[in-house]
């Protein structure tokens, strides 16, 4: 292979993607996060936050960052040195009684806890079984294992049931990975079955809650708490606190065993610098706003009712989601930028979705919807979606 310079040997590759309609560009934004913002100098209603209870610009949040003087604001070190601090104690505490586990661990990103905890956990000749639309974190996370990553066909119980039977016939120890609620797709795993074949193959269960967190479940408590199950001493859960909480960072609930294994032997926890202490005692009052978030949790979900019936009523393909992440199926990445496109001229800010984050041919205006959005927001956003049918059709609408 010849020696070439950076540019030379990437430059084509963005030029290709560039063709493709792959390219991706970072938007600008220039006001808090709402519902109403200001994004590359447009007002725009957002419909891609993953602020689904509108907590982060909440006035109790922003009240918590104003009353610090008892802290600085970087943690100055990672948590085994001098970086733990009391505020990050107590919030491990509450978030491990919320959840009804032994112990959680803090991690600076959602991202970092999927790469801690299966590298930590899973040994060599061991095997991971996770969902084929797994988040891309899970999927590095189970790269950097020595275990051997098995992937099943997404939501594919008798799938994943074969591969737990041959695992146990060859006397291996089993993790299966699963998100709660699907990034991309917004539809939930059968946690009840995923479950219960754990218990009858003692595999290991590690659920990413990141978007479960906060709208679903008693007390925004998840999706294991939608579907009524309890975490026994073999689940390890992963949520993120920069989603529904409108903080920053992730945390890993779980038993003290595990809780320990990780402080000891998790790399990307040991070797980072602990989360700013001003952030934890937010997500401490972020905590408690999710768990009395009764009333947002009931108005997100008329929103998602009210933009279900209005986008079956204009025929257009949506996934099979209840959640509050509504993909608009395009199949082709041109399409669903050119419709992006169109509704940010129209002071709607909705993100085209393209491959590799989603499979090739299935690209889509991926809608979150925020119990701060209002009639008026879903109303117009329909509007403007019956528009794009009309002056850009799609065969997969």
Known sequence: MAIESIENRFAPILAKREAESLYRRR???????????QINGLQVINFSSNDYLGLANHPALKHSCETIQDLSYGSGAAHLVTGHHLEHHLLEDELADWLGCER?????????????????????????????????????GARYSEADLKRY?????????????????????????????FSMDGDCAPLQTIQALAKTYQAWLFLDDAHGFGPLGEQGKGTLAHFNLTPDENTIIMGTLGKAFGASGAFVAGSEVLIETLIQMARPYIYTTAMPPINARVARTALKQVQQADAEREQLRRNIQQFQTGA????????????????IMLGSS?????????LKKQGLWVTAIRPPTVPKNTARLRVTLSAAHTDAHIKKLLHALARCQDDFPSSNT
């Open 153 to 181: 066909p997404h939501l594919d119980m008798t799938a994943l049931e074969k591969r737990l039977q041959k695992a146990q016939q060859e006397n291996r120890q089993c993790l299966i990975v699963t998100d709660g609620v």
């Open 27 to 37: 938007p600008l934004v220039t006001s808090p996060q709402t519902a109403e913002m």
């Open 312 to 327: 079956t009523q204009l025929g257009l393909t949506l996934w099979p989601s209840d959640s509050a992440i509504q993909p």
């Open 334 to 342: 041109e399409q669903a930028v050119l419709w992006s496109d169109f």
């Open 104 to 140: 959680a661990l803090l991690f600076s990103t959602g991202y970092m806890a999927n790469l801690a905890i299966q590298q930590t956990l899973m040994q060599k000749g061991d095997w991971i079984l996770a969902d084929k639309l797994n988040h891309a974190s899970l999927v590095d």
